[in-house]
């Protein structure tokens, strides 16, 4: 398999489980609110953290137990108060939360979410900077096109799942739907907070 589409698969392999980032652009996806926005910034963000493993940033971090403390931490604080906002809002809010284009001033709001998501989570650095780049190694000269590949499946998983949520956007006119779907990323962010204390530093 050539370098480009290794890269691909094992990108793809490893962004396809449900995360607190996928999980938060589900929700927007469903929402409609700046699916554009949130996938380029997810995306862009990926790009940027498997070429720094490709240059081999992630195995100097890796040596700096400090910074991995840090992001541990951090990591948890945000998804554990971000898990518990969705289980709260889940029972505050129990009417229909039907989609709506009047956001405008969420856009900073957003942008931050989303920011956090990525940045906030010690996983995605594992998975970009540590794991690709590892693995881009073995393609020497070929590398590049690896790290290409991989950054081009972060970029096509990203805008399927945001957009492609946009067909059960239907679904959540009902206020059961955003019920469960608030109660579902509550969880999943609670599990990954947590789950980042046992994470070896």
Not at 23 to 43: D, S, T
Request: proline share 2%.
């Amino acid at each position: 398999m050539s370098a480009f589409w290794s890269g691909f698969f094992t990108s793809l392999s490893l962004i396809l489980a449900i995360g607190a980032q996928n999980a938060f652009v589900l929700k927007q996806g469903i929402k409609k609110e700046y699916i554009f926005v949130v996938c380029l910034i997810c995306a862009l963000s990926d790009a940027l953290l498997i070429f720094a493993g490709i240059f081999g940033i992630g195995q100097v971090i890796q040596k700096f137990t400090f910074i991995k403390q840090v992001a541990i931490y951090g990591g948890f604080a945000f998804l554990f108060v971000y898990g518990f906002k969705s289980l709260y809002s889940a029972f505050k809010n129990p009417k229909s939360l039907i989609p709506n284009t009047n956001y405008e001033h969420k856009f900073g709001k957003i942008v931050l979410l989303t920011l956090a998501f990525t940045w906030l989570n010690p996983h995605v650095y594992l998975d970009t900077m540590l794991l690709i780049g590892s693995v881009s190694i073995k393609f020497g000269g070929e590398n590049i096109i690896f790290g290409i590949g991989a950054s081009l499946a972060s970029l096509v998983f990203f805008f399927s799942l945001g957009y492609g949520a946009r067909v059960l956007a239907p679904i959540f006119a009902k206020g059961i739907s955003w019920k469960i779907l608030e109660i579902f990323v509550g969880i999943v962010m609670l599990v990954i907070a947590f789950s980042l204390l046992f994470v070896k530093v």
